[in-house]
């Protein structure tokens, strides 16, 4: 049976017919003309039904374009429901203060910060819908506020606009060679298993070679750790496009377990194999099972089945001492495990579906901070940009204010916000121009639907193309919106040159405002976004070192590796520090469910043992930052105790629970520095 490393091998392979390796471009292509087309369609069902704003319609269609069918369906229903949500919202806050101008602003600046809060909070596919319910509201609104007699009507036609757009584009995109995401993702998916091999074959390496320099290394676990949550965001969107995937889904869930145990386990590895290039000079046979492990995974990279490990090795995986043999048989089990899974998914994708089997959950990290954080930063931003309007009194300043909550909207998700929000003031910024060249240089000269299609083809054609490609979207995506919202297209008006002068600095001064703000709030809350998710983690090994907590193993390690993730974003240089204590503080917790599961095989002194050291971590972990320098020696002395009453008498004390133990102590030595003090202070 072919396995997926085979698959993924042969996509790069230069003997692939040429009618496959020309299929990336004539995807963009594809995407291009069907984008293009959707916006035109729009276009024409607005002014054949004589809605006032059929350019709301065309932009719709570009939004919602996406280069996968379900991406593209599910940000159509949630922009639908958005708009829904945001329409009665605009509606219900404009009747009760619309009399108090000031009053007014705030109540729509509490209301955005809400929906970015939300919108952060629902980890799902339709998070996109709340963000939409904020700035939505802004835009039926403050072009209106003058007249909330006409606000029910601008309600309803904004609502129609979006559904001509949004039906327009899905109907084009179902109809013409729909892109899915299932194949995709487990091709990524066997990407991601060959990286973490190659990571894994570069400590075995080092151990080998006596070469522990991180410069080096071409696969760093901060990237692996990042790439997997990918994986776990793009997982929901492949099983609404593939009917058999989805009859499937236990299997993908587990197979996520598993890789996720390998990344944990081989953390571990790099800390045990730093003191390894002298012991094995001193030991022949723990080179031949390194040897022997760097076989395997060379195997495993073959897209060949793993077999079973030489009995030595086997020996090894009984004696529950903490060595590096011991943990690449621990490693080898793993690698099997997630291996044949994957096989075994090739072979069922290959069947007709069946009955769906129960799953397992996922166990994200919330950060609520964060959420709380960003909130802030758009309720602010549009408060201060709307009293910039207020009291200037700018004519175009509300198209500034509804600017500023669209960048604090789109931005709010992203753990560095500076980035992207800089590509999309600089898309802005270059839109304008082109707008103008087309609206003023060549619209004039045509009179019909046929010449406009004809002056707009060349560079929307070219912006589609562009973003249907992942390099250069984020950069594009801006543009062309950009472009669209300048352009302002209707059936009988036209723009004058100081009103399109005007609105191009008010949507630039809109996303400047909250792109100063959010650099000023990033760098401040980046001390205390930190130091609080170091505290989570610490948390949820609180929670497993109390006697009967409940907590299963998959669920400590899903969500320890998802608060994880969002440290590691965070912290910058210090990503690789970080990734070891955090990843230090998930062994130890998976030290102590395992030691809670074995505590029954313990003699009665073992068990008290093991109960002060529970105690004695609960108390260390309990403490602040700076009370822990003091008290770290007093632990490890407690744990050093209770380690020499777990080896008497000999033999008592199951030896996997031995090697438990030596797990705690081995991270607690190696990592006491993340434990004691926060790195990024």
């Not at 892109?179 to 894994?200: E, K």
Request: one cysteine or more; glycine letters at 8%; proline letters at 6%.
């Amino acid at each position: 049976m072919p396995s997926y490393f085979s698959a993924v091998a042969d996509s790069c392979s230069p003997m692939r017919p040429s009618s496959l390796l020309a299929r990336p471009a004539s995807q963009e292509w594809l995407f291009a003309i069907k984008a293009f087309s959707a916006a035109m369609l729009a276009f024409t069902c607005s002014i054949h039904l004589g809605l006032e704003r059929p350019y709301w319609a065309m932009m719709t269609a570009y939004i919602v374009a996406q280069p996968f069918a379900s991406l593209s369906l599910v940000k159509g229903a949630s922009r639908l429901a958005g708009t829904c949500v945001g329409g009665m919202a605009a509606l219900l806050l404009t009747t009760l203060f619309v009399q108090w101008p000031l009053l007014h602003l705030t109540a729509l600046a509490l209301w955005l910060g809400l929906c970015i809060f939300l919108s952060l909070l629902e980890q799902s596919l339709f998070s996109y819908a709340f963000l939409l319910s904020g700035y939505t509201t802004l835009f039926i609104t403050l072009p209106y506020v003058d007249h909330p007699d006409t606000l029910f009507m601008v309600a309803l036609n904004r609502v129609e606009e979006i559904a001509i757009g949004i039906s327009c584009y899905l109907l084009l995109d179902l109809l013409l060679w729909p892109r899915r995401t299932d194949a995709r993702f487990v091709q990524q998916l066997a990407q991601w298993q060959q990286q973490l091999f190659g990571w894994q074959q570069q400590l075995l390496q080092g151990a080998t070679t006596d070469n522990q320099d991180d410069d080096a290394a071409t696969i760093s676990p901060d990237a692996l750790l990042l790439q997997l949550g990918q994986l776990e965001q793009l997982r929901p969107q492949a099983l609404s496009d593939s009917a058999r995937l989805r009859a499937h889904q236990a299997v993908l869930i587990e197979l996520h377990g598993e890789l996720q145990a390998q990344l944990t386990l081989g953390l571990a590895l790099s800390d045990l194999l730093q003191p390894l290039s002298a012991a094995q000079r001193q030991d022949p046979s723990l080179q031949a099972l390194l040897s022997e492990a760097q076989q395997a995974l060379a195997t495993l990279q073959r897209g060949e089945r793993l077999g079973a490990p030489s009995p030595a090795l086997q020996a090894q995986s009984h004696t529950g001492a903490l060595t590096p043999a011991a943990q690449l048989a621990a490693l080898l089990g793993y690698w099997w495990q997630s291996h044949h899974l994957l096989q075994q998914l090739n072979g069922l994708l290959e069947q007709a579906p069946t009955r769906r089997r129960r799953t397992r959950r996922s166990y994200p990290h919330v950060d609520v901070g964060c959420a709380l954080q960003a909130a802030a930063t758009g309720s602010i931003s549009l408060l201060l940009c709307g009293l910039g309007w207020m009291l200037t009194g700018w004519s175009s300043g509300y198209l500034a204010v509804m600017m500023t909550g669209v960048a604090c909207s789109l931005f709010a998700a992203s753990d560095n916000p500076l980035l992207p929000a800089k590509g999309f003031f600089i898309g802005s910024l270059l839109s304008i121009p082109i707008a103008g060249v087309l609206l003023f240089g060549l619209l004039p000269f045509v009179d019909d639907l046929p010449g406009m299609i004809a002056v707009l083809l060349p560079f929307f054609i070219w912006g589609g193309r562009r973003m249907a490609r992942p390099a250069t979207a984020a950069r594009t995506v801006p543009l062309v919106l950009g472009t669209l919202a300048m352009l302002t297209l209707n059936n009988d008006t036209r723009m004058s040159f100081s009103t399109f002068l005007n609105m191009g600095v008010a949507q630039q001064v809109g996303i400047g405002i909250p792109l100063l703000l959010t650099g000023v709030l990033r760098r401040l809350g980046a001390q205390v976004q930190l130091p609080r998710l170091q505290r989570a983690l610490e948390q949820a090994l609180l929670r497993v070192a109390r006697p009967g907590s409940g907590v299963s193993r998959a669920a400590f390690e899903s969500h320890g590796q998802a608060i994880l993730l969002g440290m590691v974003q965070r912290c910058g240089d210090e990503a690789r520090s970080v990734l070891g204590g955090g990843g230090a503080l998930i062994r130890m917790g998976l030290g102590l469910l395992r030691l809670e599961s074995l505590s029954g095989r313990l003699l009665p002194h073992g068990r008290k043992a093991l109960q002060a050291s529970r105690e004695a971590l609960s108390a260390f972990f309990s403490l602040p930052p700076a009370q822990r320098a003091s008290a770290f020696p007093v632990l490890m002395q407690t744990l050093e105790q209770s380690r020499q009453l777990l080896l008497q008498p000999a033999g008592a004390t199951p030896p996997a629970a031995l090697q438990q133990f030596d797990h705690l102590l081995l991270a607690l030595r190696l990592h006491q520095p993340f434990f004691i003090r926060a790195l990024w202070r």
